[in-house]
């Protein structure tokens, strides 16, 4: 059975209790929770919430799943639920944060089309950089939320889809076409099952539908069957669990659904062309000087 993964969660960082508001909004400043981080966040998750975050000042290491992002502001990071993320930034950064509840992908389409993107970033030279517009809605969220957050839902729903827009405005994949239901259903029952030795007629018989209506709705959505959705998300947990835990690679293997060492070793190459000890040791020696490394497995989650 698959262990409880150990990497931090939080409703916003540092706060360990859940909410029922469906309608939950939080706006703050980085840097206004400086005693609890002082500017090091280590790698952590939101499984309530999604969140935009503009970096105004200063310089840093972001890191996203198993990306390393050198920064100088200004940076825009969009970052999906439950995706794991944290930094490291200089004396003097700071960022305006945005985080919206989760539900908010269920009423609006642009919110439930990004919901399933992976992080967006923008921080040039190699992405577009922010633009002033992005950094004004920002603030403007920032100055509602400081002055009146009991009434601040509707506003920064408003803005954070402008701010979205905006964003999406400036990257080539602009036009995300609409997710089906199906689609949607799809990614739901993966995100349930990839740990289990589900098969391709046990998504179908889920869903009610044929394995060729499966793969047709996948290639049509995420440009992939569903098979290899599978193995990327396998893969994906993979190194979540190599690079922020210090669990021996064995336990690994059998959390993400392989409990033979020598499979997994094997699935592990085959897709990242590394073996997962290799994996794991280029990590640590990115990661040495940024105060994001593998966190211990009694870490509170």
Same mark, same amino acid.
């Given at each position: ?5 150990? $990497? ?24 206004? =929770? ?79 089309? $990004?919901?399933? =993107? ?109 098979? =290899? ?16 835990? $210090? ?55």
């Amino acid at each position: 059975m698959p262990q409880k993964p150990d $990497i931090p969660s939080f409703l916003t960082y540092g706060i360990n209790t859940k909410t029922d508001d469906i309608g939950f909004v939080h706006v703050e400043n980085v840097m206004d =929770r400086k005693s609890l981080h002082n500017g090091h966040v280590p790698a952590h998750r939101h499984e309530q919430i999604f969140q935009l975050c503009f970096w105004t000042d200063g310089s840093g290491t972001y890191v996203i799943e198993d990306r390393l992002i050198e920064f100088q502001a200004p940076m825009f990071v969009f970052i999906p639920a439950r995706v794991v993320h944290g930094f490291s930034v200089s004396s003097g950064s700071d960022a305006i944060v945005f985080s919206l509840a989760s539900s908010y992908t269920d009423t609006d389409p642009l919110f439930k089309s $990004i919901a399933a =993107r992976t992080p967006l970033v923008l921080a040039g030279p190699e992405q577009p950089k922010p633009t002033p517009l992005m950094l004004t809605l920002m603030q403007a969220g920032y100055e509602r939320y400081r002055t009146a957050p009991e009434t601040s839902q509707s506003v920064i729903r408003g803005l954070a889809i402008a701010i979205l827009g905006e964003a999406l405005s400036l990257t080539r994949s602009a036009r995300i076409p609409d997710e089906s239901a199906a689609a949607v259903r799809i990614r739901s029952l993966i995100e349930e099952h990839f740990r289990y030795a589900w098969s391709i007629t046990d998504y179908a018989r889920a869903l009610g539908q044929t394995p060729y209506q499966i793969n047709t709705t996948t290639q049509a959505a995420f440009g992939q069957n569903l098979k =290899r959705l599978i193995i990327e998300r396998r893969l994906l947990e993979s190194k979540r669990l190599l690079a922020f835990t $210090i669990r021996p690679i064995e336990a690994i293997a059998a959390e993400v659904g392989i409990p033979d060492p020598a499979y997994f070793s094997r699935f592990f190459h085959t897709f990242s062309g590394l073996s997962p000890r290799e994996w794991r040791r280029k990590w640590a020696e990115n990661t040495k000087d940024s105060l994001l490394t593998a966190i211990p497995d009694n870490t509170p989650a």
